[in-house]
C-alpha cells in the first residue's frame, strides 16, 4: 500500500482504482456539489450541473467504494470521520505489513 495519500478526482473513470488497494469516496447532495463548484471554480449553475453529469453518477462510485465519507457532515464531525478512517486504514496497513 502507498505510504502516502493521493487523491484522483476521476478514480474510476480513469481505471485508477485498479491500482490501490482501498478506495475512499467522499459524497455530497447535487445542490451542495453545484455551491461549491460555483465558489470555487467560478462555475455557472449549468457548468456546474455539465461537469458533474460527465462524471460517473455518484451511486455507481459508492457500489464501488471501500468507505464512504458524507461530504456534507459540519466540519468537526467530518473532521472526526476522517481521523477514523485514518486510523482504521492505518491499523490495517500495519496488521499487513506485520504479516509479511
Known amino acids: 500500500m502507498p505510504s502516502s495519500l493521493t487523491m484522483f478526482p476521476l478514480l474510476f473513470e480513469a ?3 485498479k491500482r490501490v488497494e482501498k478506495t475512499i469516496v467522499v459524497v455530497a ?3 451542495t456539489q453545484i455551491a461549491r463548484l460555483k465558489k470555487r471554480n467560478g462555475l455557472s449553475r449549468a457548468e456546474a450541473l455539465r461537469r458533474i453529469r460527465s462524471q460517473m453518477p455518484l ?3 459508492i457500489r464501488r467504494a471501500d468507505l464512504v465519507i458524507d461530504g456534507t457532515l459540519p ?3 467530518g473532521r472526526k ?3 477514523d478512517v485514518f486510523r ?3 491499523k490495517l496497513a500495519s496488521s ?3 504479516s509479511r
Open 29 to 31: 447532495d447535487q445542490s
Open 75 to 77: 466540519r468537526t464531525a
Open 59 to 61: 451511486t455507481q462510485k
Open 88 to 90: 482504521m486504514l492505518s
Open 81 to 83: 470521520r476522517v481521523r
Open 15 to 17: 481505471g485508477i482504482d
Open 96 to 98: 499487513q505489513a506485520s
